[in-house]
């Protein structure tokens, strides 16, 4: 049954994890190979799996990658451990809906550390249950591979530590799951909290989201977070020259060799329209 609350379950979840993540500093758990695997895994989990898949495909649909591709950065997805790819979608569009005001599961005014992380462990009305999930995400409930992961997202985490331990013992789980979901956290939840209260805004999109080079390094071009809000559909994120976008070139190489279609992108009217003044772009503020 799914729970309207974020819940105390998830809180023990996420504490456990990054204790875990603590084992990676003890002496007898650091392989030069585990670090590898755990930074391969970085990209994979969270720049194919949540950047490109979850969000950018999944929630916004601003691309259509070759369905195999879809299914299989859908999986990818499921291993950074966000919750089901329909949970994700369903969230991350009510988030679209009502962003920084009554109804979004993780409004900005509640304060940084509400946003990063407390949203998902203390009551919170906002989550989508029973029909409400359906009403948000009736693409993906029409997709058999979506209805299976919604149930069996656990799956390939299971498969991938078994996997590790075979092939690398203790060090590469540790590292390669636990320290590796700890920093696709971080990474995913600054999305939320850094990204809606430090940066710039170049568009009037009557919320807090910002562009914010760091979270953009770090979160695979998602920090571009205001222009986001203001073209949700759109496949690029970083729209200067200089917001450097690494799941945009990824998309554009995937679209040269004919694995991905259907780009979305802002017009220049459209851009034009929601441009801010120069005067009139925050820099930072809490
Ligand atoms: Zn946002
Ligand atoms: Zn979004």
Redesign the pocket.
């Known amino acids: 049954m799914k729970s309207r609350n974020g819940s105390f379950a998830t809180g023990a979840v996420l504490v456990g994890i990054h204790l875990g993540a603590l084992a990676a500093f003890w002496p007898g758990f650091f392989h030069w190979s585990s670090v590898a695997v755990m930074l391969v895994l970085i990209y994979v989990t969270g720049g194919l799996g949540i950047a490109l898949g979850f ?2 495909t999944l ?2 649909r601003s691309l259509t990658l070759w369905r195999p591709l879809e299914y299989a950065a859908t999986v990818c997805g499921c291993l950074a451990l966000q919750g089901s790819p329909i949970d994700w979608v369903v969230t ?1 569009r009510i ?2 809906a009502n962003t920084d005001r009554d109804g979004d599961p993780h409004d900005a005014n509640a304060g940084f550390r509400w946003s990063h992380f407390l949203w998902m462990v203390m009551p919170n009305k906002n989550f989508a249950i029973g029909d409400e999930r359906r009403r948000y995400a009736p693409d993906l409930f029409a997709d058999p591979v979506c209805r299976f992961l919604d149930t069996y997202y656990l799956l390939p985490t299971v498969i991938l530590a078994i996997a590790l331990f075979a092939f690398g013992g203790w060090s590469w789980v540790v590292w390669g799951i636990f320290a590796r979901l700890a920093i696709v956290y971080q990474f995913t939840w600054l999305v939320n909290s850094a990204a809606h209260t430090v940066g710039y805004q170049s568009f009037r999109t009557d919320d807090r989201s910002t562009n914010c080079w760091w979270v953009a390094l770090l979160g695979w071009g998602e920090g571009w977070h205001n222009n ?2 203001a073209f ?1 559909f759109s496949a690029r994120h970083g729209l200067r020259w200089y917001e450097l976008d690494v799941t945009w070139i990824l998309v554009k190489t995937l679209a040269a060799v004919r694995l991905a279609r259907d780009l979305k992108l802002p017009t220049p009217q459209m851009v034009s329209r929601l441009r801010l003044p120069r005067a009139a772009r925050r820099r930072t503020s809490a």
Request: charged fraction near 10%; hydrophobic fraction near 0%.
């Open positions: 969000h950018r929630t916004h991350h988030h679209h986001h809000h949700p």
